[in-house]
């Protein structure tokens, strides 16, 4: 599978952001994908930032981005989103999207995870 992120850009604090990512090269239907949001600030680990089971039904959320950020998908369109409102300068980092084939939003290590979008950039100034 073949994931491609997009949505980034240079917002200022108290703004929102919807970041898409979009799955191609599919050998299985995407509906059998969890999928999550991690993030990666210059010089800190990569962390899950939302996770969303394979229906949609189940999510989950660093808790700093609890009440903040919404994961949804669209299994008919192979999408994945991150809406991002509220926006704090901590928030800046490069964001990624990760499908895992019969995963759970319990998996929340980046090695969990089978493919990995490119990245997207968002930067939030004060």
């Known amino acids: 599978v073949q994931l491609q992120a997009s949505g980034g850009g240079l917002v200022q604090a108290g703004d929102s952001l919807r970041l898409s990512c979009t799955a191609s090269e599919l050998t299985f239907y995407f509906g059998i994908y969890a999928m999550a949001w991690f993030r990666q600030a210059p010089g800190k680990e990569r962390e899950a930032v939302a996770v969303?089971?394979?229906?949609?039904?189940?999510?989950r959320y660093l808790d700093s981005v609890k009440g903040r950020f919404t994961i949804s998908r669209d299994n008919a369109k192979n999408t994945v989103y991150l809406q991002m409102n509220i926006l704090k300068p901590e928030d800046t980092a490069v964001y990624y999207c990760?499908?895992?084939?019969?995963?759970?939003?319990?998996?929340?290590?980046?090695?969990?995870?089978?493919?990995w979008g490119q990245g997207t950039q968002v930067t939030v100034s004060s």
């Open positions: 990760a499908a895992n084939k019969f995963g759970t939003v319990s998996m929340r290590e980046p090695a969990d995870y089978e493919a």
């Open positions: 969303i089971s394979d229906t949609g039904i189940s999510t």
